[in-house]
């Protein structure tokens, strides 16, 4: 069998007395999409924010591509290929849409030295930038300030970034929050799509496109992982409809 390309074991995290992260293991494999799905402060969040290196756990291990990373930060688990999406968007509002992704392109060629050259002319960065917008959608967007771009435009540009960095994983947290029906059609299509080159860790609340997209579902509550399955096994299964599908189905 594959191996995971992600794989978190025992994780915890404590805010005072309050459990954030209860004991939580998952696994990403090549090629999924993992959704994970819970109640309003069940700890979605939180535990995308230790994967990504932003909060320290507790305890516990977070391996990605058979390397424990649990002592790296931020940048450097970016940098092994670890992309994720923010609830909070952290976009250089003022630039275009095209420069936000040439910076990731920038960083992802670790050069420093290109300040001599017109930026903007620089087709070593423009073209990448130009073909990871395109992917996610925004092609004709390209010269728009990010200030300027829809709250969904700006989720794509926030995945567009992640694969100018070359991502090998993708942590999406609420990607089709504040998008309408057609946003998250849009979104939903291309995300059915990246799987295939990035397996894919989903936070998400509409539940039309979890069901649409994943592979296996992980369901929290209170911190705890209370069931893992596929969608049909998700549906059926009774305490996570009683914790939270409630009269969704
Ligand atoms: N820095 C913090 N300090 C104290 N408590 C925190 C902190 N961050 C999160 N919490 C608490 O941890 C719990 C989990 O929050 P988290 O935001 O991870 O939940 P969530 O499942 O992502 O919720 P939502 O679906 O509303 O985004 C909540 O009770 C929250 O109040």
Do not use: C, W
């Not at 424990?68 to 968007?89: C, H, K, M, N, P």
């Amino acid at each position: 069998m594959a191996e995971p390309v992600l794989e978190i074991r025992n994780l915890n995290k404590s805010f005072g007395a309050l459990k954030a992260t209860d004991d939580v293991s998952l696994d990403l494999m090549p090629g999924e999409i993992h959704a994970l799905i819970g109640p309003n402060g069940a700890g979605k969040t939180t535990l995308i924010h230790q994967i990504a290196g932003s909060l320290k756990p507790g305890s516990g291990t977070i391996n990605f591509l058979g390397r424990d990373i649990g002592a790296l930060g931020v940048s450097e688990r970016t940098r092994l290929g670890l992309g994720r999406t923010f609830q909070i968007s952290s976009l250089a509002p003022e630039f275009s849409a095209l420069r936000n992704v040439m910076l990731a392109v920038q960083a992802r060629q670790g050069s420093s030295f290109r300040f001599f050259r017109p930026v903007m002319r620089d087709a070593t960065l423009t073209e990448p930038a130009m073909a990871a917008l395109e992917r996610v959608g925004l092609g004709d967007r390209a010269r728009i300030s990010a200030a300027e771009l829809s709250h969904g435009e700006r989720r794509q540009l926030e995945i567009a970034i992640a694969l100018a960095l070359g991502s090998k994983a993708f942590l999406l947290d609420e990607p089709m929050a504040g998008m309408g029906p057609e946003g998250s059609k849009t979104l939903t299509t291309f995300l059915d799509g990246l799987r295939r080159e990035a397996p894919i860790l989903l936070v998400e609340h509409d539940m039309d496109a979890v069901f649409a997209l994943a592979d296996r579902i992980s369901v929290l509550v209170y911190g705890r992982v209370i069931a893992t399955g596929t969608v049909e096994e998700i549906r059926r299964d009774p305490e996570v409809r009683r914790a939270y599908l409630g009269d969704q189905d």
